[in-house]
């Protein structure tokens, strides 16, 4: 294992140790980057999948994730072919839902053996939702709590419903521009990533992806430049173009009413009121279905498709109240 910007402290007198690192790992074979931010090492693990397909975290999650380090060892993953973990020699046959799954369980186990725990909290948001469902059905050992942020159910009936509040919205608002464009694009599928793209810009001024702002102006606003590294913004760039061009047409496939049907550990959705990125009606209904020993659904009620980012006090209190109760 390689580490960079390193640090790693022990408090003799309290006898904890304190950690603040980003490193590069071999997962599936391939080098990979994660964060490690904990003012205890004794705390549970919380790792988080990013967003996407592309959208590498670490770089813009210390911020919002800060208050979370006093009682968790947080955990951060830029996956094969985004963020820090992008290369131009990743192979575009290995970018597969199965091979991100079986990447993040690699992962796992390789945390949990590293600091002596037997389970942690899985975090998967947007896109990081789809291999968090699949491997938290898969590997229910490994985990305390599976949590879902923007979570994915059914993509194909998900792209429709986004469509339709957005060019709803346009017509309320009489924003003819909007109106013309959407009726131009049309429904969902898309016959391309531009025409996907005109429709998410239109979802973003409607407040359908952040509440306050934009979604680009959120990240912007959350990059620490100890995190983003030297190539970070090309890297980031890259990545997210790569990632995407190479997954899109497996994400709009997925549907997890019929994929994953029983998560066998507690299962927390966090919702966003005005989620129409990935419309929160079908995580709900999704939840309503899915077989697991304890459901429930956390409200954000001033935030879209990124609640943890939103509201960060909301996202810690409910980690603090709903998932250490689950540590048995």
């Not at 380090?69 to 575009?92: H, L």
């Not at 999704?286 to 996202?315: M, R």
Request: overall charge neutral; aromatic content about 10%; proline content about 3%.
């Amino acid at each position: 294992m390689h580490k960079k910007d390193n640090k790693l402290n022990r408090d003799s007198e309290n006898n904890l140790c304190h950690i603040d690192t980003i490193e590069a790992i071999e997962i599936g074979d391939t080098q990979q980057w994660i964060a490690l931010r904990s003012e205890n090492t004794s705390n549970p693990i919380i790792l988080f999948l990013h967003g996407g397909p592309g959208t590498a975290q670490i770089a813009f999650s210390r911020k919002a994730q800060q208050t979370l380090e006093k009682d968790f060892i947080v955990a951060n993953w830029d996956q094969r072919g985004a963020g820090r973990s992008y290369s131009s020699k990743i192979k575009k046959d290995d970018m597969l839902i199965e091979r991100f799954v079986l990447d993040a369980e690699e992962l796992v186990e390789s945390l949990l053996k590293r600091f002596k725990q037997k389970q942690l909290f899985l975090v998967g948001h947007s896109w990081g939702s789809i291999i968090g469902a699949h491997l938290a059905a898969k590997r229910p050992d490994l985990l305390w709590a599976y949590v879902g942020i923007g979570q994915v159910a059914d993509m194909a009936r998900g792209e429709l419903l986004s469509y339709k509040f957005t060019i709803d919205e346009a017509r309320r608002i009489g924003n003819k521009k909007a109106v013309r464009e959407l009726e131009h694009i049309g429904e969902p599928p898309y016959v391309n990533l531009k025409a996907g793209g005109i429709q998410r810009k239109w979802l973003g001024k409607f407040g359908g992806q952040t509440v306050n702002g934009t979604a680009i102006g959120m990240v912007i606003k959350n990059i620490t430049a100890r995190d983003l590294g030297l190539l970070g913004l090309i890297s980031f760039a890259k990545g997210a173009a790569f990632s995407l061009k190479n997954l899109e047409e497996q994400v709009n496939s997925v549907n997890l009413f019929q994929e994953v049907r029983e998560i066998k550990v507690p299962v927390f959705f966090c919702c966003g009121r005005r989620d129409y990125n990935v419309p929160f009606e079908l995580a709900v209904e999704y939840l309503e279905q899915l077989s697991a020993p304890h459901k429930e659904v956390i409200w954000f009620e001033h935030s879209a498709h990124s609640p943890n980012f939103e509201e960060p006090n909301v996202f810690h209190e409910f980690c603090l109240t709903k998932l250490k109760r689950c540590i048995v």
